[in-house]
């Protein structure tokens, strides 16, 4: 009887976990499907790629999602992905490369291209910030105006040139990996992007900045009354934001080996799918690091399995684009039933 | 005499073109329940909002000096330091977080940089039993209902080490029975020591719970009326002080309207919720309307009331709607949705304008004309000077305060908004009208204005619904009234024969069901 009636909450649990997020469920069943169909699907070569693919996304839904949890967005991410592409691929150059963009600079070393990369990453997320909270722009307008400049730039910085000859510690660092089983290696990317993931969960459910953002979210006016700074807490959010993105496009190039201000164009539009199908809620107050970690790997998913099916690349926009319609109508009709 | 805990000297703040405070002078003891009345837009908030810091230091002239120093707050953390706590009228908490974070957001317990989660919870629960709440501190706000999140107001601000609590219009969202609740736990702290100031335009709860009533009106202190008496000050005596004149009627007589035949009959019609379609909302409501007729719904928050209205008009609210409409004597089958309502000539005129009644960032002109703009219009096209003509029209007709109809919405009054709307649906023409809570939140001036508008309503032969969760208004407007209980018409009377203890008595006796 008790047993019974155990297995029959774990079902209505299950259903309720199922209904709750249909896309995750219906990739999954496509996957098993796909896998059985096509041969190689389910390789451990197969795993890494995706993994390796999620890492950078992930860093980069992450920066966004809260941006997105107070009811903002950031059309930015993308171009400052690709900006911070571009710088670190100038500066990792190598010394003896004929097609040195800054040739004034000597040989840098990596750990201080990243540093630069990042202060630069934060000051595209303050400048973000001041626009958002001090000129009272909202936030779509905003990194709409933004993310145009930063393209911009990365432009004028690589004179639109494809960036290559970098130092062969920066690609293999970035590139490494430990193990071989099978193929199934362990990207040390997969590692920067755990330990992010556990960061950004720390913040988001122990730290008090975490609490004022889904404060905000939820009903900024009760958040002010209650004594939150909400013009600090937004400035902080679109800075991380900015670090998070300087620290994807660091990776990035890295990993291409090479870099271009076209980089990055289109991922802020996947980090914000990603985040929405993982349960960040467009209403703002709602979601979780592993939703958006769920979000992010279901998405690359979507992407694998429609490569193996051997559809038209083309299409793959169309497909990648009716998820997210998908995605948001589900995520609005939750909204609609609450009230 | 008691030692006094604030007083606030010669307080002048002034707004660019609008002086908001005149030389206020305000006086706390320690350990009483203080009232602030008048109108709205008198200054009773501007006066709480220097108090608590959110108007800082520097921004007005005056003094503040709360136990016997001086102070400067320049924002409201330093005024929480010190133990002024304030409530605001909107609830603000954050419906998707616990009411434990909820009740330490901007005040977390632990470490600087990891908040202690068990700490929190355990504090709030022990804060919430002293304000009656048997909820974990774990449940999510948006779980417990409008009084119980009161009562979480309350001890969010308890757990602030609040020695002065300010409570802005605390029991305006609550039904009767925890309003109660609510004043009788005031009257609880106070014997515990607690001073407090309470915001009301409830004026009976005011003179339950008040030891000392003070009167604003246009910016200034106008008198401060001692009620520890054996008898509780009467209504009419605060009512006074608040329009600077004696009201005698605060019920206009309606006269020379004759009610004519049946307009509205509604029969047997049940509603059910569109979440839970098992749950009836409105349950077998029979009810008939006559030409020139003002009829009272009363009952309380949740009775249904609302919803009735709504599935009458054009079914915007409910699903599985059964039973029969008839309109002067005919069947009418109304489609889903309120243009169809609105060629039926009803109006519903709702409780909520800000949140669905009134575009806020529009100007009245435009208000005025939405909801039938077929009347201004040649073919697809507004006609510009029409619109302006019948905006004009209506704030003379209904003495909205305003400089121009060319006002947004969003910066007039709540009384004048509330005209605003009801010229909205006036201009629609229709033959009856459903007024869910006219009054709400409008000052006593307003609310007279309101009544005379339902009054020629009447006269011109509309037959008129009002929904009310007050009873004198009910009693003093209506001609006569249904009463309403969980989705139930537990009764209906003839204006003349009803008072107070016999409605309240029908809806005891239909039983809470608790």
Known sequence: ?339 | MAKILLEMKNITKTFPGVKALDNVNFQVEEGEIHALVGENGAGKSTLMNVLSGIYPYGTYEGDIIYDGKVCQFHNIKDSEKLGIVIIHQELALVPEMTIGENMYLGNERGHKLAIDWNTTYSEADKYLRMVGLSESSKTQVKDIGTGKQQLVEIAKALAKQARLLILDEPTSSLNEEDSRALLDLMLGFKKQGMTMIIISHKLNEVAYVADKITVVRDGATIETIDNRGPEPVSEERIIKGMVGREMTNRFPKREGVTVGDIQLEVDNWTVHHPLYPERKVVDNVSMYVRKGEVVGIYGLMGAGRTELAMSIFGQTYGVNISGTMKIDGKEVKIKKGADDAIRHKIAYVTEDRKGNGLVLSQSIKVNTSLAHLDAISNHMVIDGDKEYAVAEEYREKLKTKTPSVEQLVGNLSGGNQQKVLLAKWMFAEPDIMLLDEPTRGIDVGAKYEIYCIINDLAAAGKCVVMISSELPEVLGMSDRIYIMNEGKFVGEMKASEATQENIMALILQSGRGD
């Open chain 1, 1 to 339: 009887m008790e047993a019974t009636k155990n297995q029959s909450s774990f079902g209505k649990k299950l259903i309720k976990i199922i209904t709750r997020n249909p896309i995750v469920f219906l990739l999954l069943i496509a996957a098993i499907v796909v896998g059985c169909m096509v041969d190689n699907f389910f390789s451990w070569g197969n795993l890494t790629n995706l993994l390796s693919n999620t890492a950078i996304r992930f860093l980069i839904a992450l920066g966004v999602s809260g941006c997105l949890i107070t009811k903002g967005t950031d059309l930015s991410a993308g171009r400052q992905v690709g900006f911070a592409a571009v710088i670190a691929g100038i500066m990792c150059q190598r010394g003896d490369y004929n097609g040195r963009l800054w040739k004034f600079l000597p040989e840098m070393n990596i750990g201080l291209v990243f540093i630069i990369v990042v202060a630069f990453g934060l000051v595209w997320g303050l400048i973000n910030g001041f626009i958002v909270t001090k000129l009272h722009v909202p936030p779509f307008i905003a990194t709409l105006g933004t993310q145009t400049i930063i393209y911009g730039i990365s432009l004028v910085i690589s004179d639109a040139q494809p960036i290559g000859g970098f130092q062969k510690i920066y690609t293999t660092l970035i590139n490494g990996r430990i193990g071989d089983v099978k193929g199934f290696h362990l990207p040390y990317l997969l590692f920067v992007a755990a330990v992010f993931g556990i960061v950004f969960w720390f913040i988001y459910n122990k730290m008090r900045f975490g609490k004022y953002m889904y404060a905000i979210g939820g009903n900024d006016v009760a958040a002010e009354v209650s004594g939150v700074n909400t013009t600090r807490t937004l400035m902080r959010i679109y800075t991380t934001a900015g670090i998070m993105y300087a620290i994807a496009g660091y990776l990035l190039a890295a990993k291409s080996g090479g870099a271009s201000a076209s980089m990055g164009q289109g991922y802020e539009l996947e980090a914000i799918a990603g985040c929405t199908i993982g349960g960040v809620s467009t209403t703002g107050g709602i979601g979780t690091v592993p939703g958006i970690l769920i979000g992010v790997l279901v998405f690359e998913l979507l992407k694998i399995i429609l490569q193996f099916l051997g559809v038209n690349p083309y299409y793959n926009y169309v497909v990648q684009g009716l998820v997210i319609v998908l995605a948001v109508s589900l995520d609005i009709r939750k909204y609609i039933a609450k009230k």
